[in-house]
């Protein structure tokens, strides 16, 4: 790649277009995750049981305990 300086800058900037592609997905991700575990709060807080939220969420036991689970403190 020393040879030719140009394809190296045109593989670098792939590399970052995925990069952000990747960024851009696991914050999607993130987010379509945070408005589950809103929701499953809200409904436990209604007085839905698990197997409510369960099958109203379609998710398994584990989203729903670890929505209802108060997440550790950050130092």
Same mark, same amino acid.
């Given at each position: 790649?020393?040879?030719?300086?140009?394809?190296?800058? !045109?593989?670098?900037?792939?590399?970052?277009?995925?990069?952000?592609?990747?960024?851009e997905? &696991?914050q999607?991700?993130?987010?379509?995750?945070?408005?589950?575990?809103?929701?499953?709060?809200?409904?436990?807080? &209604?007085?839905?049981?698990g !197997?409510?939220?369960?099958? &109203?969420?379609?998710?398994?036991?584990?989203p729903?305990?670890?929505?209802?689970?108060?997440?550790?403190? !950050?130092?």
């Open positions: 790649m020393r040879m030719f300086p140009e394809l190296a800058e !045109r593989r670098r900037t792939k590399q970052q277009g995925i990069t952000q592609a990747r960024r997905a &696991k999607r991700n993130e987010s379509i995750k945070q408005t589950l575990y809103v929701n499953i709060r809200r409904d436990a807080d &209604k007085g839905l049981s !197997r409510e939220i369960q099958r &109203k969420h379609n998710v398994g036991y584990r729903i305990r670890a929505a209802l689970t108060p997440a550790p403190a !950050r130092c």
